[in-house]
């Protein structure tokens, strides 16, 4: 993965590039808004971290000359503006999650894999055991037969079923479902958790709970 980070400050900027190096991410580090908008017209980069306040050009136009564009690159503001009507603006203009300095290291780097994740190419059709998902049409069958899911739990099962045979803790599960600024409970991952289980429980898999984990969605014992 290919990150873009556009903070001004040097020493953070030199802080955060360590971070994204030592999860194996390729960075380019420019520090002001003509810079980035430059690099963006010329280089493949599949996310961009970007500081609202730099110098010269601020981080709000390089995301309206971004998707002016056309393009669809995933945009994490990284600011210290925390107000309501910042939050909007930048989600108005295109930007696709917020966070606010000072921030947690596991955080930041949680929410750019998340970006990656959901901008990643999905299949058409997906299946495991008797379980089939059409990404296209938002259908679920079980051997064939349709199930009722709510949007909430059609995005859970959708995930596990990416991550089928690896486990995810629930803050993962949040991470990877929700829209930008929206908020779900951890209870409230374990309440669709439930609900889940319950209409799938003829599929022939099943959602385990790993014990101080998370989940993992899997095929049944025959």
Known sequence: MHILLVEDDSVLADGILRIFKG????V???????DADALLQRTEISVV????????MDGFEVIRRLRARGSNIPVLLLTARDSVQDRVYGLELGADDYLVKPFATQELVARVRALLRRSAPQPLEMHLGG???????RRAK?????????VREWAVLEYLLQQASRVVSRQQIIDAILPWGAELTLN?????????????ADAGIEIRTI????????????
Do not use: C, W
């Open 188 to 200: 409230a991952v374990e309440v669709y958790i439930s609900r889940i289980r319950l209409k799938i």
């Open 211 to 222: 014990r101080g984990f998370g989940y993992m969605l899997e095929k049944t014992e025959a």
């Open 131 to 137: 379980l089939s998902l059409n990404t296209s049409s």
């Open 142 to 150: 079980i051997n064939g037969k349709a199930i009722e899911l709510s």
């Open 28 to 34: 380019d580090v420019v520090q002001n808004g003509s």
């Open 49 to 56: 971290v970007l500081d609202i306040g730099l110098p010269g």
């Open 23 to 26: 999860h194996g991410m390729v």
